[in-house]
C-alpha cells in the first residue's frame, strides 16, 4: 500500500482509483480492497494454471467463494 500511496499523491485531486494486481493473494485482499485508493482488485491468483489445466472447479469455486467473502466483509 505504501507504493500505491506514493504513486497516488499527484492524482489525488483528481479522484483517481487503482486497480492493484502485483502481489495480490488472500493475504493481501482485505487491506487492499478496503483502501479507498482502489476500485476493485485483480485476482489472477483465484486460479492458478495447473488447476485451470487440470479442470479443479472445486477449488477454483472454494478460492472465488473466499476471496468474494472477504470483499463482503470490507
Not at 4 to 31: D, Q, W
Not at 44 to 53: M, N
Not at 62 to 74: E, G, L, Y
Amino acid at each position: 500500500m505504501e507504493h500505491l500511496r506514493s504513486i497516488a499523491t499527484p492524482y489525488r485531486h483528481l479522484g483517481v482509483k487503482f486497480i492493484p494486481s502485483g502481489c495480490m493473494n488472500e493475504g493481501s485482499l482485505k487491506k487492499f480492497a478496503s483502501d479507498s485508493l482502489v476500485a476493485a482488485v485483480a485476482g489472477s491468483w483465484l486460479a492458478t494454471p495447473e488447476q485451470v489445466d487440470m479442470i479443479h472447479t472445486a477449488k477454483i469455486s472454494a478460492q472465488a467463494k473466499s476471496a468474494s467473502d472477504i470483499i463482503k466483509s470490507v
